[in-house]
């Protein structure tokens, strides 16, 4: 088991294949540059939550989630908001795709012994707070990734 990826590398890289996101968007994990002047910037933070939501009866596979944020800094204005409503319509097409790859069964690829059940959003995206001159936004969106896991004996 030693080559295998951590599971937010695996919700990384599976975003890096999101339409919505510009090419050139750099995303970190856990890391939000401060500031939105050359491209945009993704980061993908891990919630503190239980890891393990269940095990079957025989010990052999468990039930796990990996709750995450996914934010972005972007421009912000606050006197006219046509910016702050074309940020907060990327996070909603982002949950879209989100909801139809669950849909379609088009999830993140994870480590042998590894099945993912589901990928969704749990709270669209939203305004988290801005720099002191109003003129860069965090904005967010929270995240959950379910999957089973066969025990490794």
């Not at 030693?2 to 990384?12: F, L, N, R, T």
């Not at 606050?78 to 999830?107: G, S």
């Not at 801005?130 to 995240?143: F, K, L, V, W």
């Amino acid at each position: 088991m030693e080559d295998s990826k951590a599971i937010i590398e695996c919700v990384k890289d599976y975003f890096k294949r999101c339409p919505y996101l510009d090419k050139l968007a750099e995303i970190n994990v856990d890391y939000l540059n401060m500031d939105a002047k050359d491209h945009e910037y993704w980061s993908i933070e891990p919630l503190e939550v239980p890891i393990i939501l269940k095990r079957n009866v025989l010990g052999t596979m468990t039930e796990r989630q990996c709750q995450f944020i996914l934010a972005s800094r972007s421009f912000f204005n606050p006197l006219v908001d046509t910016q702050n409503i074309k940020n907060l319509h990327l996070f909603e097409k982002i949950a879209e795709w989100l909801y139809q790859n669950n849909r379609k069964k088009i999830f993140p690829t994870l480590n042998e012994g590894e099945i993912v059940k589901s990928i969704e959003v749990t709270t669209g995206g939203y305004l988290y707070g801005t720099n002191n001159d109003n003129t860069i936004a965090r904005y967010q969106m929270q995240c959950k990734l379910v999957y089973k896991k066969k025990e490794m004996k």
